[in-house]
């Protein structure tokens, strides 16, 4: 399938069709992690969270593996929205994101500080987190383990917001709202998803280092 089908297919998905972060229309780059669309603009974003966050690819410009693609139609923006952005407000200004200031601090707040996440789903996600840590310092590597860094797309220089209110804490009372504790099939998902790609990812990197 070449990207322009490729496009097209994952396009037709719900809610892929803008960025998962700020609504830009017909987004070009991938979060392989967590199986979503977002912009270029966004993409730089998620880049400055480190790899065992996000990693990020072109639809465009990389070749994207077929695990990847099939990552991204069963899991997509809207499902992960549903757990990333689960607490967010119901007012909030999603055009706001796409300012520079606003978006480096929204999206290291979603996905780092996992503040719109429920405290169960939090949990599960940054156990996978440590994980991916793991793996990077067993294999000894800090950058991507999935090859050759794709070309650059907007590069954040400005620091992160130090707000209190994003803190990496977790709280891990249950959600008032709803009144649930158990994990959402939506994470289960996504994480199993991500745990099959970061072990195909080690196994074929421990290959390369028993050739050299």
Same mark, same amino acid.
């Given at each position: 399938?070449?990207?322009?089908?490729?496009?097209?297919?994952? %396009?037709?998905?719900?809610?892929?069709?803008?960025?998962?972060?700020?609504? *830009?229309?017909?987004?070009?780059?991938?979060?392989?992690?967590?199986?979503?669309? @977002?912009?270029?603009?966004?993409?730089?974003?998620?880049?400055?969270?480190?790899?065992? @966050?996000?990693?990020?690819?072109?639809?465009?410009?990389?070749?994207? #593996?077929?695990?990847?693609?099939?990552?991204?139609?069963?899991?997509?923006?809207?499902?992960?929205?549903?757990? %990333?952005?689960?607490?967010?407000?119901?007012?909030?200004?999603?055009?706001?994101?796409?300012?520079?200031? #606003?978006?480096?601090?929204?999206?290291?707040?979603? %996905?780092?500080?996992?503040? %719109?996440?429920?405290?169960?789903?939090?949990?599960?996600?940054?156990?996978?987190?440590?994980?991916?840590?793991?793996?990077?310092?067993?294999?000894?590597?800090?950058?991507?383990?999935?090859?050759?860094?794709?070309? &650059?797309?907007? *590069?954040?220089?400005?620091?992160?917001?130090?707000?209190?209110? *994003?803190?990496?804490?977790?709280?891990?009372?249950?959600?008032?709202? *709803?009144?649930?504790?158990?994990?959402?099939?939506?994470?289960?998902?996504?994480?199993?998803?991500?745990?099959?790609?970061?072990?195909?990812?080690?196994?074929? &990197?421990?290959?390369?280092?028993? #050739?050299?």
């Amino acid at each position: 399938m070449n990207s322009v089908e490729a496009l097209k297919e994952l %396009y037709a998905i719900e809610g892929n069709s803008t960025c998962a972060d700020c609504g *830009t229309e017909k987004p070009k780059w991938t979060c392989v992690v967590h199986g979503i669309l @977002v912009c270029i603009e966004c993409s730089g974003a998620h880049r400055s969270m480190g790899v065992n @966050v996000s990693q990020v690819r072109s639809l465009t410009l990389d070749t994207l #593996k077929p695990e990847w693609i099939e990552k991204l139609k069963q899991i997509g923006n809207r499902q992960s929205n549903a757990v %990333y952005e689960a607490l967010l407000p119901k007012d909030f200004d999603r055009g706001s994101v796409k300012k520079f200031e #606003k978006r480096n601090e929204f999206i290291v707040s979603k %996905y780092m500080n996992l503040k %719109y996440t429920r405290s169960e789903d939090a949990e599960m996600i940054l156990e996978e987190r440590q994980r991916r840590r793991t793996r990077h310092k067993r294999t000894g590597t800090a950058a991507d383990t999935n090859g050759k860094e794709p070309s &650059q797309p907007t *590069t954040l220089t400005e620091p992160v917001s130090n707000d209190t209110s *994003t803190s990496a804490t977790v709280n891990t009372t249950t959600d008032a709202t *709803t009144g649930t504790s158990g994990i959402s099939d939506t994470v289960t998902a996504a994480v199993d998803s991500v745990k099959e790609s970061t072990e195909s990812n080690s196994d074929q &990197q421990q290959t390369e280092v028993n #050739k050299c």
